[in-house]
């Protein structure tokens, strides 16, 4: 099954993602390897799931959180790919960022949202080295940040 496929069985959809407005790009492709910059969780160009972890937003949260995050990353993607998402060989590696609250552990947990996302479309490819970290703030005040390099 396509990954345009798997995104209607769980009944979700690409939205049309904009370009930064600072001064870089979304990815950078390279030989066969797509670089992300760090993608945040944009709907219709406002921020979402604002707040920390441990405070304002709960660790169910986070994981929708960090998968709107992979679906604007794969927006992304599949502009890269001009529309071809059957063109990945597989995900390499999630860089996912929470802000977390003092005390707050369980930035793992939340990086499962941007995983378990990966791999229900991907499959196996979808299998990835990952890291998690809390940190004391993101932009605009978002909850997490999500960034992933593919190979093409």
Same mark, same amino acid.
């Given at each position: ?38 993608? #945040?969780?944009?709907?219709? &160009? %406002?921020?979402?799931? !604002?707040?920390? +972890? /441990? ?6 949260? =986070? ?17 890269? #790919?001009?529309?071809?998402? &059957? %063109?990945?060989?597989? !995900?390499?590696? +999630? /860089? ?6 003092? =005390? ?49």
């Amino acid at each position: 099954m396509s990954v345009d496929a798997k995104l209607s069985s769980l009944g979700l959809t690409l939205a049309t993602v904009s370009m930064p407005a600072a001064n870089y790009v979304p990815y950078v492709i390279s030989g066969n390897l797509v670089y992300f910059s760090g993608t #945040l969780p944009m709907k219709d &160009g %406002k921020p979402q799931f !604002l707040g920390k +972890l /441990g405070e304002a937003i709960t660790i169910e949260q =986070g994981q929708e959180c960090a998968k709107l995050c992979v679906l604007n990353i794969i927006s992304h993607l599949k502009n890269a #790919l001009g529309g071809d998402l &059957g %063109k990945v060989k597989r !995900l390499i590696r +999630l /860089g996912v960022f929470v802000s977390s609250a003092a =005390g707050f552990t369980d930035q793992p947990k939340v990086a499962n949202g941007a995983s378990d996302l990966m791999v229900a479309l991907f499959g196996d490819n979808g299998k990835h080295a990952r890291f998690a970290v809390g940190v004391s703030e993101l932009p605009f005040g978002v909850a997490v940040e999500v960034d992933a390099t593919f190979e093409i």
